[in-house]
C-alpha cells in the first residue's frame, strides 16, 4: 500500500467517523444515534484496516479483529434495535428526550 493510498483510506475513514460522530451527537431520535454510533464504528475499522495493511502488508490478523469489531456492531444494532422496539411498543416514541425512566 502506497502513502497516497494510505491518506485516502484515513481521509475516508475520518469521514465516516466525523459524520457518524455529529450524527449521534445531533439528534434525539434513537435510532438516529444508533446508525451515527454505527458510522462511527465503520470508521475506525476503515482506519484500523488501512494501517494495518500500511504496516504488515503480508500479515492477516488483521483481519480477525475486523470481523470481531464487525461482530460487535451487529451485536449493537440487535441489542439497540431491540430495546428500540420494546420502548417504541410500550410508549409511542423512540425520541431519547421522553426516555428519563431509562436512567439506572
Known sequence: ???????????????LFGIGLYGALSQTN?????MGVELMLGGA???LVAFWRYLHPDA????MFVLIVMTVMAL?????FGIATARF???GSVEMEEAAELKG
Not at 60 to 63: D, K, L
Open 76 to 80: 449493537e444494532a440487535a441489542v439497540g
Open 60 to 63: 492477516y490478523s488483521g483481519q
Open 1 to 15: 500500500m502506497t502513502t497516497a493510498t494510505l491518506v485516502a483510506a484515513l481521509v475516508i475513514g475520518a469521514v
Open 30 to 34: 434513537m435510532v438516529m444515534i444508533m
Open 45 to 47: 475499522m476503515v482506519n
Open 89 to 91: 411498543r410500550a410508549r
